[in-house]
């Protein structure tokens, strides 16, 4: 009986690693550390990530990318893509600033408008002669780990001083 629950353990976890593989082997839309790189959702202030958008035709996409809590403001970009994946660096892509639906008219640069917290991607791909639909991602933007450092050092310090303050004082 022991022998029987055991390869039956071992075959469920064998099949729920084989369908989680196949099931991720394709995402088509995602944000990497490098060009070719696998998915991540957590990215440091200072990097600059990349955009990987997987087509099979071509396509004309759209893309809307929000900040939680959102502030009723959006940035967008659209380009044409041919068939396969396309890699895009965030500084490289040009912005258009929306607030309240309406554009100003500007450009923007990824580091113009950056900040901690979380990011929402949502993308529309409208292929040549074939059925439009969506895809959306979420990422996070944290601090350099040497700023959260130095942080953690400096508030070290005054709690130090406070301290030591207060103990000359009684």
């Known amino acids: 009986m022991g022998k029987k629950l055991c390869l039956a353990f ?3 976890l064998l099949c729920s690693t084989l369908s989680f593989g ?6 088509p839309m995602y944000v990497a550390h490098t060009s070719g790189g696998a998915a991540d959702t957590v990215f440091n202030f200072g990097e600059n990530p ?7 035709g071509f396509s004309s996409i759209d893309y809307w990318w929000t900040d939680t809590p959102s502030t009723g403001d959006y940035w967008s970009f659209s380009f044409p893509a041919s068939a396969g994946t396309k890699w895009l660096q965030f500084s490289d892509i ?22 901690n917290g979380l990011w929402n ?9 074939g059925t439009s639909y969506d895809l959306t ?7 350099e780990p040497i700023s959260s450092t130095l942080f953690l ?7 130090a001083r406070i301290y030591r303050k207060k103990k000359k004082t009684a």
């Not at 196949?22 to 995402?27: G, H, K, N, P, T």
């Not at 990349?50 to 099979?56: K, V």
């Open 137 to 143: 991602y979420a990422f996070n933007i944290v601090p």
């Open 153 to 159: 050092l400096g508030g070290g310090a005054l709690v």
């Open 94 to 115: 040009n912005f258009y600033k929306f607030v309240g639906g309406v554009s100003d008219g500007l450009t923007y640069k990824w580091n113009d408008f950056k900040h």
């Open 10 to 12: 071992i075959f469920a």
């Open 121 to 129: 991607i949502n993308a529309s791909i409208h292929p040549v002669g």
């Open 50 to 56: 990349w955009l990987s958008t997987t087509t099979t």
């Open 22 to 27: 196949i099931a991720s082997a394709v995402e």
